[in-house]
Nanobody
Framework: VQLQACGGGFVQAWRSLRLSCAAS????????MGWFRQAPGKERDFVAS????????YYADSVKGRFTISRDKAKNTVYLQMNTLKVEDTAVYYC????????????WGQGTEVTVSS
């Protein structure tokens, strides 16, 4: 699975931004798509995930109620709608994919940087 993320940028706090991740190379019906982020000097953390078939979603506590993950099956694309952004959301955001039957995230996109200013 090849993943291409985009949509990052520079935004003021309390504003919104939408990230996109286009997937190719494999049928995604047996995959879970996810977003992770890595802030400067910190480890990469889970943000949200969505099961391609069925659409079940999970979120990190830090983004619940503010971020929404969704997918467009026709476009093979996953989105991360980020609302009410905070300075602490500043990070490089990565999309990833793993098999529905496993736990390891095997496929990663190149990352897109989000900077939130106060």
């Amino acid at each position: 699975v090849q993943l291409q993320a985009c949509g990052g940028g520079f935004v003021q706090a309390w504003r919104s931004l939408r990230l996109s991740c286009a997937a190719s190379g494999r049928t995604l019906s047996n995959y879970v798509m996810g977003w992770f982020r890595q802030a400067p000097g910190k480890e990469r953390d889970f943000v949200a995930s969505i099961r391609w078939s069925g659409g079940i979603t999970y979120y990190a506590d830090s983004v619940k109620g503010r971020f929404t993950i969704s997918r467009d099956k026709a476009k093979n694309t996953v989105y991360l709608q980020m609302n009410t952004l905070k300075v602490e959301d500043t990070a490089v955001y990565y999309c990833a994919a793993r098999s529905t039957y496993g736990t390891k995230w095997h496929y990663w996109g190149q990352g897109t940087e989000v900077t939130v200013s106060s």
